[in-house]
Structure formats: structure tokens, C-alpha cells
């Protein structure tokens, strides 16, 4: 198979592929390397679908996606075309698949330029995910499809396999046929490194029945783990994983991608599953004449500071800029201010940093606290321009005539009403299948209530400040988790000592710990609020 066209290589325009080992499937455990590397080509190519949620990580920003057709052979001669590079994301490390060494050998004899980013290799940082210590020499193993049957491993010492889970019985029979005591202690994971992942303690002998219990489907990729490391005992204090304060918590979020990045990172870091539910939608202004007129001011210096509030006014001036044929460049001289993560992010994506962001709250408030009084000697020009979004407070615009300046407050984006989730989402967040939802303001709690009815008693409730709380109790919610600090970050700590909290109160009572989705609450406690010391 011809990888590029000779014409191109006739002329020197060498493409270049990258091949980069993305760990066991984690965004977080993608090395800085391969971070550097997918921002940098031209096109990234994955194997499998699931491998999206790669892309999911804070710093990388591809320009082409592509997947794969896993039953066909990769036909990089048309995804490689003139001088293009391309990044392509192998599972664990690259030269650990004996097909990607195949496959770059045919890529340097095609005359490309060939890159080659270890990764952490699967089979190591699974079983750390477990909590196995394999200190000890080891023996891994992955079964091919079909497993050969005459294969021998160690009679001892901890044995690692991976292999689908219709292979399983194949693993205990080997082992046993290798040496191994049917009732040898072991370990069957499921979605390992994942906060979908679910182990079982078992024996050599019970290895087919551990996966059935476990649910897996005949293709899902298990861990087993044979030998004295994969006891209950050993793991007690290494499963760090599957201890974590929000383990397995299915946790909703009211918000949307763009806006619940940072928040979304800190829910997964403490182990929780998280589900996207938006409940506004952006639309432009009724009357866009006026946010018109405001981009001219910015073009021709009507303004000395313009304050960014929310990702999505960033973006509401970038489409009127692209509108106009404008760039960043036509910033130049005038003074940013950004409120939040989001919004700093959204400014960076379009190749500016913020001039003020606030060093204490993210919030309105918190920028008027920090934002320097008018000086007629120092700034020439008095004039903040706030593009913001038509429900939007004023807290800031009065904050800021207070200290001198002349604000023009004009409407960016309207926000409506988000359409109503999927009902199997609705009917879960009605029957407690949810074990808690995180409200990052007063109208995520009325948006959802209205277009997917009030959460279940069971849930869990965490407000990110007292107004949310307020409306929370309003709408006939208990407040569970209430921050110190009104920010996503705070909030999701306060959860997550919550859960610790909770943890211990169960363990203390003898009662087994449970997801407060799978108890069902009775009566309706008073409202109290847990935020982290």
C-alpha cells in the first residue's frame, strides 16, 4: 500500500506522522509530549471512537479529527496528502503493538518522516489503577485473538493478563494447566483507569463467574490478576482508586461543555461519572444594531478596557468580528478584563490574555473589587465597554461608575431556555438514579426544574453560593453541600468532603457504604450546608 504519492515526494514534501502512545485511555495521562504533538499536526487519527474522550484534555486543541474504521487496514495515502502531518493515538505505547512497529516500518519505506511518543504502557498502569503492587517480578500477558491454547505462564509469583472478557475462561484453564491452584487468589477488573471501573476478588477457578457478575460484554477489554497481590488484604490500602471521596457518584451537571470544563476535570479527579445536561441556550440580541455599533467603537479607540464576563460574550464579539472581517490585531491598545476560566480560556483561544483577572472571587463582584479607579492622567480614555448576556446582574456596571468610569452595558447573546433533555435522563434525575447535582447559579436550578423536573430526594444537592441556595429552596431542594468560597472548584471540594463525611458516618454506624442513589431517603431532612475546612 503506497502511504504517500511519489509525486509529492518527487517535489520534497515529505508528510509526517507521529505516532503517539496515549496511555490506558486517560486524558490526564497523556504526556506533555503528546499533548505538543496533536496541537501541532494537521490531522489527528484515531483507532476507535472511545479514544475521543482523549481529546477532551485541557490542553489540546486539534485542528482534523479522524477515526478509523477498526475493520479496515489504515489507508494513510488519503490522509496523508502533500507535506501534511498527522498525529495518530495508539492505545498504551506504541512499540509494545507488534502492528504499529509494522506499520511504522512501512511509513519510513514510504519515505515519510516518522515520529515515534512513548506512552504509559496499558498493561503497567492498570493494575496500579487496581491498586496491585507489582514490585515483585512479574509476568504479563495479552491474549490474541484466538488465544493460543498451548501457551505456558509462571507456575508463580503475580501473572497479569488482559483479554476480552469471552476469553476469561481460556485464562483460568491455562492457568491452571501452567501450574497455578484453582483457589490461587485473583483480581477481575473491569473499565480499569476509568471511573466506570469495577473490580471483583476471586480464584483462579472463579474467573469466568467474576466477569459474568461484573456485567462485561463478550468484547470488553478485562484485567485479571493472579497471585498473592490480588488479594483483598493486599489491596486494602493501595486501592487509592476505587477509595477516592466520589467514587462511582453519577453526579449532574447543569451546564454546558464550554462552561463546565474546570469543573468537569476537579468532579472526575475525585472519581465521580458526570453528565452534561445544558439548560440554557444562546441566541443573538433582539436588537444587534447596538452590539453593531459597539464593535465599531472598539475598531476606531472609543474604548480604553472591554470586560469579558462569560465565555459566551468572548464568542458573541469573535462572530461579529469574523462578521466584519476583524481579527484579534484590532485589540491592540485596549485593555482586557476576564471573569472565570472559561472565559480566559475562550480569550486564549482567540490569541489574547486578559490585561485583569481577579486574583480572589471569580465572580462580577470579585472584578469590580479588583478593577483600578479611572485616572484622567493615566488613561486617556474613560470609557469600559461590558458586552454581556440579556439576564445578566449589573452589579459590575454600577461597581464601575463608582469608580469612575462611563460604561456602555450592552447585550451580546440572549439565553433561553435549553430544550429538554433525553427521557431516560429525565426519568433518572426524577427517580434518584443521580446520586447528586452541582448548581453553579440560581437560574441552572429554575432552567432544570424546568425542563426536566425536580431531582429526587436521594440526590445529593450542592449549591455553589447563597443565592443558588436560596432558589434551591425555593424550589422545594434540600441543601446538602454549600461552599465557603462561591466558586465551581470550592464547590466540588465541598462535595467531595461530603462524601468522605458521609463515608465515615456510615462505616460508623455498621451500615454498608452505599451511593446515596441506591438508598432511598424517606422525609426530607433540614436543610444544612458542608463546606471544606
Known amino acids: 500500500m503506497a502511504l504517500v504519492s511519489q509525486q509529492a515526494l518527487d517535489r520534497g514534501l515529505r508528510g509526517r506522522i507521529t505516532f503517539i502512545g496515549s496511555g490506558p485511555g486517560l486524558p490526564s495521562l497523556l504526556t506533555l509530549a503528546a499533548v505538543d504533538a496533536v496541537n501541532e499536526a494537521d490531522g489527528v487519527v484515531l483507532l476507535t471512537d472511545e479514544q475521543r474522550v482523549l481529546l477532551s484534555h485541557a490542553g489540546v486543541t486539534p485542528r482534523e479529527v479522524t477515526v478509523l474504521d477498526e475493520d479496515d487496514a489504515p489507508d494513510f495515502e488519503s490522509l496523508v496528502r502533500e507535506g501534511r502531518s498527522l498525529a495518530v493515538l495508539i492505545p498504551g505505547d506504541p512499540f509494545l503493538n507488534a502492528e504499529t512497529a509494522m506499520t511504522v516500518t512501512q511509513c519510513i519505506d514510504a519515505g515519510l518522516d516518522v515520529e515515534v511518543i512513548p506512552g504509559v504502557p496499558r498493561r503497567v498502569a492498570l493494575p496500579e489503577f487496581a491498586g496491585v503492587s507489582l514490585s515483585a517480578q512479574v509476568q504479563m500477558i495479552t491474549l490474541s485473538d484466538p488465544v493460543d491454547a498451548e501457551q505456558h505462564w509462571a507456575p508463580v509469583g503475580p501473572l497479569v493478563v488482559m483479554g476480552a472478557a469471552g476469553q476469561i475462561g481460556e485464562v483460568s484453564r491455562i492457568a491452571q494447566q501452567s501450574g497455578r491452584a484453582a483457589d490461587e487468589a485473583a483480581l477481575v477488573v473491569v473499565s480499569a483507569g476509568s471511573v466506570n471501573q469495577a473490580s471483583q476478588h476471586t480464584t483462579v477457578e472463579e474467573l469466568g463467574a467474576a466477569v459474568a457478575s461484573l456485567g462485561a460484554e463478550e468484547r470488553t477489554t478485562v484485567m485479571v490478576v493472579i497471585g498473592d497481590q490480588a488479594g483483598p488484604e493486599a489491596r486494602r490500602k493501595l486501592n487509592w482508586f476505587e477509595n477516592k471521596p466520589l467514587f462511582g457518584w453519577r453526579v449532574l451537571v447543569p451546564r454546558t461543555m464550554d462552561q463546565a470544563g474546570a469543573l468537569l476535570r476537579r468532579l472526575e479527579s475525585y472519581g465521580a461519572i458526570t453528565e452534561l445536561v445544558p439548560t440554557i441556550s444562546v441566541e443573538p440580541p433582539r436588537q444587534p444594531q447596538l452590539m453593531e455599533r459597539a464593535i465599531h467603537g472598539l475598531?476606531?479607540?472609543?474604548?480604553?478596557?472591554?470586560?469579558?464576563?462569560?465565555?459566551?460574550?468572548?464568542?458573541?464579539?469573535?462572530?461579529?468580528?469574523?462578521?466584519?472581517?476583524?481579527?484579534?490585531?484590532?485589540?491592540?491598545?485596549?485593555?482586557?478584563?476576564?471573569?472565570?476560566?472559561?472565559?480566559?480560556?475562550?480569550?486564549?483561544?482567540?490569541?489574547?490574555?486578559?490585561?485583569?483577572?481577579?486574583?480572589?472571587?471569580?465572580?462580577?463582584?470579585?472584578?469590580?473589587?479588583?478593577?483600578?479607579?479611572?485616572?484622567?492622567?493615566?488613561?486617556?480614555?474613560?470609557?469600559?465597554?461590558?458586552?454581556?448576556?440579556?439576564?445578566?446582574?449589573?452589579?459590575?456596571?454600577?461597581?464601575?461608575?463608582?469608580?469612575?468610569?462611563?460604561?456602555?452595558?450592552?447585550?451580546?447573546?440572549?439565553?433561553?431556555?435549553?430544550?429538554?433533555?433525553?427521557?431516560?435522563?429525565r426519568d433518572a434525575i426524577k427517580t434518584g438514579q443521580f446520586d447528586a447535582v452541582v448548581f453553579t447559579s440560581s437560574s441552572t436550578v429554575r432552567n432544570l426544574v424546568g425542563i426536566a423536573g425536580k431531582p429526587h430526594n436521594a440526590m445529593v444537592i450542592a449549591a455553589i453560593g447563597p443565592r443558588t441556595a436560596e432558589t434551591c429552596v425555593e424550589h422545594g431542594l434540600r441543601v446538602d453541600v454549600q461552599p465557603d468560597q462561591p466558586s465551581p472548584i470550592e464547590m466540588v471540594d465541598a462535595l467531595a468532603h461530603f462524601a468522605e463525611a458521609r463515608r465515615e458516618q456510615l462505616k460508623e454506624k455498621g451500615k454498608p457504604v452505599v451511593r446515596p442513589s441506591l438508598v432511598k431517603r424517606r422525609g426530607r431532612p433540614s436543610s444544612r450546608a458542608v463546606s471544606r475546612p
Do not use: C, M
Request: glycine share 8%; net charge negative; no cysteine.
Open 299 to 425: 475598531v476606531e479607540g472609543r474604548y480604553e478596557w472591554i470586560a469579558f464576563t462569560s465565555a459566551n460574550a468572548v464568542r458573541a464579539v469573535r462572530e461579529k468580528f469574523d462578521e466584519y472581517g476583524l481579527d484579534a490585531r484590532s485589540f491592540s491598545g485596549l485593555k482586557l478584563a476576564a471573569v472565570g476560566e472559561a472565559t480566559q480560556a475562550a480569550l486564549q483561544a482567540w490569541g489574547l490574555k486578559p490585561d485583569l483577572v481577579p486574583e480572589g472571587e471569580q465572580s462580577v463582584a470579585g472584578l469590580a473589587a479588583e478593577f483600578p479607579a479611572y485616572d484622567d492622567l493615566l488613561d486617556p480614555i474613560n470609557r469600559v465597554l461590558l458586552p454581556r448576556a440579556d439576564i445578566a446582574t449589573e452589579p459590575l456596571s454600577h461597581g464601575l461608575v463608582e469608580l469612575g468610569w462611563e460604561v456602555e452595558d450592552v447585550i451580546a447573546f440572549r439565553t433561553v431556555r435549553a430544550a429538554p433533555p433525553p427521557v431516560e435522563i
